[in-house]
């Protein structure tokens, strides 16, 4: 019983003990923004980035407020209030009809921030 003491106050002594420095890693897939807005080409790489979610189409959503179907079945899982134009909040395709357009807004005004440090002339500043 004795050695059962012994071996499980040396197992939590050996599970206690850690190294004096902490592990510090330098991540190696993140830019920070000021080291890759650093050229013009970043930049345009970035404008054209934004593009990549357009068009702002939900299939889904949009179709049915359009006409182009039918009227719905009141069994079909919430495609009434949809055609009527009144999703639920919790409707999974409202939060996509708006998510995307809000991330486009977000990835311009992040590229905005750092526009006017950029290093480019005044006719692609302004373009």
């Known amino acids: 019983m004795k050695s059962r003491y012994i071996l499980c106050a040396l197992l939590t002594a050996c599970l206690l003990q850690s190294c004096e420095k902490s592990l510090q890693e ?4 993140v ?8 050229n013009p080409s970043s930049y345009e790489s970035a404008v054209t980035g934004i593009y990549a979610d357009f068009p702002l189409y939900v299939v889904y959503t949009h179709e049915m407020i359009t006409d182009l179907y039918a009227t719905p079945s009141a069994s079909a899982e919430q495609a009434l209030p949809i055609y009527n134009n009144q999703p639920t909040p919790d409707y999974y395709n409202a939060g996509g009809a708006w998510n995307t357009p ?26």
């Open 31 to 38: 830019i920070s923004p000021d080291e890759f807005f650093k």
């Open 26 to 29: 330098t991540p190696k897939t």
């Open 102 to 127: 809000y991330a486009v807004i977000k990835n311009a005004n992040f590229i905005l921030q750092y526009l006017p440090n950029a290093p480019l002339d005044d006719s692609k500043r302004h373009n």
